[in-house]
């Protein structure tokens, strides 16, 4: 084999291995893009808006106990850099619990808004396993969990 081939094999391996791991979707947002979306979780709260598909990102203020009653789902309140808090209810039936998540981490998020008086709920921060919907989820330590 010839060192040609050998290094179209190399190449091609590496792209295989990285197929589908970047996607600008699951990106860390810059500036800009967060004091956008913290100004759209703003006006939704004022709004008393639901059924938003919002991207955020915040720092987790509050990690809370498991709602175990129907699909469960693991809870933690964010602190978006607008001071708004929201409940993050990440299903943990349909995706992986957020793994190591600690007070203090800052997180990246997908999914869909609900309006509440203590500053609203992120949901479906997973696949929708019916694709009737677009996928949520969760940024944290460099990790996608949906």
Do not use: C
């Not at 010839?2 to 091609?12: D, G, Q, R």
Request: charged share 25%; proline share 3%.
């Amino acid at each position: 084999m010839t060192k040609s081939w050998l290094a179209v094999i190399v190449v091609s391996a590496i792209a295989l291995l990285g197929y589908g791991r970047y996607d600008p979707a699951y990106s860390d947002a810059p500036t800009s893009a967060t004091a956008a979306s913290d100004a759209l979780f703003a006006s939704a709260f004022e709004k008393r808006t639901s059924n938003i598909d919002v991207e955020g990102q915040g720092t987790v203020e509050k990690l809370l106990p498991d709602d175990s009653d129907g699909s469960r789902h693991q809870r933690f309140i964010v602190r978006l850099n607008s001071g708004q808090t929201v409940l993050i209810a990440h299903n943990i039936d349909l995706a992986p619990r957020v793994a190591s998540l600690n007070e203090g981490d800052v997180v990246s998020f997908r999914g869909v808004y609900e309006w509440n008086e203590k500053g609203g709920v992120v949901h479906w921060t997973h696949r929708d396993p019916d694709g009737r919907r677009s996928s949520g989820w969760i940024k944290h330590n460099g990790k996608i969990f949906r």
